[in-house]
């Protein structure tokens, strides 16, 4: 069988590879593996599931609720809701796993399956592919009253906005916010926070249809929003994607704050409250160098792993770390959550704006972001990427003429035949130039036809 997990659960087009009747096995070997301990003393396992507002996730999510009962599992279901807002309630409502339904800042004929375990978190690789080979097995069917039941989390959104709101180091009272919510899962809940926490909140993209989410709004489009901070004379904007565990901003002047900004805003702030652990910020590779410079020249050093959440989570769960995150907006707060939180973080973001005084755009001005140009090359044999020495000759001289100015990643794409040659340096002319020259060598010496 087709390895059916990626870097963040099951994930396609919906009713293409996530069917009804793929969604109903999974939540049914899901049930098994996840429910196992709970099984084996004769109880029936609690799950938490939610969805974004996807079209596609009426009947998946149904499918998925029908497979986890049919496995004995109670299911508690709490509609509409930000995915972290799905962790958060699994650890709250004390269950033994639970379910995300959402394919986050992909277009609306995509969709997927993630799930959690007790506590809220992430799955280890291990757990998923004990997932996958429960599904070859024959399917665990409890009959009479060892079926699961199915209930409304009736107060699963109440419990989420008391919890973030209960986070907050300073109120929001005199800010003026524009909130963009990508037509998706925090269409309800941020708009409430973000007012509850004493904000004038203007908000847009938050009419969900099930088919509009992520289009042209939110943090992957945030023209709409900049457009909206600069007509209302707004003191920033927050972004969130469709299943809103992202969060990008804009300054009052339309400049958008991208995460490693907000990383930058956050850990100093953190410091100054002696509350970031061991001085040390968890981020990935991709992180722009600015970010390690500025935090360098304030006594934070920088963890860095591999590209995706997951690795950033691995890393502080590693070290107990407090935060860390993506350039791309996941930032993640272990004394609140155990994944990225796109509203928690606009909340944390806008308070540092509200406690200090100053504007957002001073309050980035803390991190320097060096010019970053990213290049994919496609149709080129990615897997020989560390093989070749002309390559690897290349790439030191690169790093020669940038010295500490600058800095040279490849990477191999995980799911495409392309490599991503990325280059940072002083100024973006620099950075074009030594790229493009990169590129050229890849071209040359990884291309199928050379290989």
Same mark, same amino acid.
């Given at each position: 069988m087709?390895?059916?997990?990626?870097t963040?659960?099951v994930?396609g087009?919906?009713n293409?590879?996530l069917t009804?009747?793929?969604?109903l096995?999974?939540?049914?070997?899901?049930?098994?593996?996840?429910?196992h301990?709970?099984?084996?003393e004769?109880k029936?396992?609690?799950?938490?599931?939610?969805?974004d507002?996807r079209a596609?996730?009426?009947f998946?999510?149904a499918?998925?609720?029908a497979?986890?009962?049919s496995a004995g599992?109670?299911?508690?279901d709490?509609g509409?809701l930000p995915?972290?807002?799905?962790?958060f309630l699994?650890?709250?409502?004390?269950?033994?796993?639970g379910v995300?339904i959402? =394919?986050?800042?992909?277009?609306?004929? %995509?969709n &997927? @399956?993630?799930?959690?375990a007790?506590?809220?978190?992430? /799955?280890p690789? +291990?757990?998923e592919?004990?997932?996958?080979?429960?599904l070859?097995?024959e399917?665990f069917?409890?009959?009479?009253?060892?079926v699961?039941?199915?209930q409304?989390?009736?107060?699963?959104e109440d419990?989420?906005?008391?919890?973030?709101?209960?986070?907050?180091?300073?109120?929001?009272?005199?800010?003026?916010?524009v909130?963009?919510?990508?037509h998706?899962?925090?269409?309800?809940?941020?708009?409430q926070?973000?007012?509850?926490?004493?904000a004038?909140v203007t908000?847009?993209?938050?009419d969900?249809?099930?088919?509009?989410i992520?289009?042209?709004v939110?943090?992957?489009?945030l023209?709409?929003l900049?457009? =909206?901070?600069?007509?209302?004379?707004? %003191?920033? &904007? @927050?972004a969130?994607d469709?299943?809103a565990?992202r969060c /990008?901003?804009? +300054?009052?002047?339309?400049?958008v704050i991208?995460?490693?900004?907000i990383?930058?805003?956050?850990a100093?702030?953190?410091?100054?409250a002696?509350e970031l652990k061991?001085?040390?910020l968890?981020?990935t590779i991709?992180s722009?160098l600015?970010l390690?410079?500025?935090?360098r020249?304030?006594g934070?050093t920088?963890?860095?792993?591999?590209?995706?959440d997951?690795?950033?989570l691995?890393?502080m769960r590693r070290?107990?770390?407090?935060?860390g995150g993506e350039?791309?907006g996941?930032?993640?707060?272990?004394?609140?959550a155990t994944t990225g939180?796109?509203?928690?973080?606009?909340l944390?973001?806008a308070?540092?704006?509200?406690k200090t005084?100053?504007?957002l755009?001073?309050?980035a001005?803390a991190m320097?972001?060096?010019?970053q140009v990213?290049i994919?090359?496609?149709?080129v044999d990615k897997?020989?990427?560390?093989l070749?020495?002309?390559?690897?000759a290349?790439?030191?001289?690169?790093?020669e003429e940038l010295?500490?100015?600058?800095?040279?990643l490849?990477r191999?794409?995980?799911?495409?035949?392309?490599?991503r040659?990325?280059?940072?340096a002083?100024d973006?002319d620099t950075?074009?130039?030594?790229?493009q020259d990169l590129?050229q060598?890849v071209q040359?010496?990884l291309?199928?036809v050379?290989?």
């Open positions: 087709a390895k059916l997990f990626g963040d659960g994930r087009l919906a293409g590879l009804a009747e793929l969604a096995s999974l939540a049914q070997a899901a049930a098994v593996v996840l429910g301990e709970q099984m084996s004769g029936r396992p609690r799950a938490v599931i939610a969805r507002p596609s996730g009426e998946i999510g499918a998925v609720e497979g986890l009962a599992v109670d299911v508690y709490a509409v995915t972290p807002a799905a962790a699994i650890a709250d409502l004390g269950a033994d796993f995300m959402s =394919a986050s800042h992909n277009p609306a004929p %995509d &997927g @399956i993630k799930f959690f007790r506590g809220g978190t992430k /799955l690789d +291990d757990v592919e004990a997932i996958e080979q429960e070859e097995r399917v069917r409890p009959v009479g009253a060892d699961g039941r199915i409304r989390f009736s107060d699963a419990r989420y906005v008391v919890h973030l709101l209960a986070t907050l180091p300073h109120r929001l009272d005199g800010l003026k916010i909130l963009d919510c990508a998706g899962a925090a269409s309800g809940c941020s708009p926070v973000f007012t509850d926490a004493g004038e908000v847009i993209g938050a969900p249809d099930g088919l509009n992520n289009d042209g939110g943090s992957t489009h023209g709409p900049q457009d =909206a901070v600069l007509a209302l004379g707004a %003191d920033l &904007g @927050i969130h469709g299943d565990d /990008l901003a804009v +300054d009052h002047e339309g400049n991208d995460g490693d900004q990383m930058a805003i956050l100093l702030a953190q410091k100054a002696g061991d001085d040390v968890v981020a991709m722009n600015g390690k410079i500025a935090l020249d304030a934070i920088i963890r860095e792993t591999g590209v995706g997951r690795y950033v691995e890393e070290g107990g770390y407090t935060l350039q791309s996941h930032v993640i707060f272990s004394k609140y939180d796109g509203v928690l973080t606009g944390q973001l308070a540092q704006v509200a005084g100053k504007s755009k001073e309050l001005s320097t972001k060096l010019p990213m994919n090359v496609k149709n897997s020989r990427t560390a070749v020495p002309a390559l690897h290349a790439i030191a001289r690169a790093e010295g500490d100015t600058g800095r040279v490849l191999p794409s995980g799911t495409e035949p392309l490599v040659v990325m280059v940072e002083a973006v950075a074009t130039r030594i790229c590129v060598v040359d010496e291309s199928f050379n290989g």
